[in-house]
């Protein structure tokens, strides 16, 4: 069974960074994207950056220029770094890995804190 796991989050002040991490492990045969999403209360799951295969990335409007996603397909993992973080940055942040069949699975999420 594919089974993303995160880390990396936690608290940091305004306009500092974080390092968030997913490794997928289970029944992997080929990866075709990995995503972050993040999600507040009361709002809808959002997406932040996705890359997908072929090395197509694409970012939220809100993280251009700060975050950036990158990919270690031999570890199966995807990293997003995150700079020049905001308050609005704060939430849950989720990992989703999409195999080239379609199959798609959550993370568990890890709380992302910016606050002073």
């Known amino acids: 069974q594919l089974q993303p796991v995160e880390s990396g989050g936690g608290l940091v002040q305004p306009v500092g960074s974080l390092r968030l991490s997913c490794a997928a492990s289970g029944c992997i045969f080929s990866i075709n994207a990995m995503c972050w999403y993040r999600q507040v209360p009361v709002k809808q799951r959002e997406m932040v950056a996705v890359?997908?295969?072929?090395?197509?990335?694409t970012y939220a409007d809100s993280v251009k220029g700060r975050f950036t996603i990158s990919r270690d397909n031999a570890k199966n993992t995807v990293y997003l770094q995150m700079n020049s973080l905001k308050p609005d940055d704060t939430g849950v942040y989720y990992c989703?890995?999409?195999?080239?069949?379609?199959?798609?699975?959550w993370g568990q999420g890890t709380q992302v804190t910016v606050s002073s």
């Open positions: 989703r890995v999409i195999l080239m069949g379609g199959l798609g699975s």
């Open positions: 890359n997908s295969s072929g090395g197509r990335i």
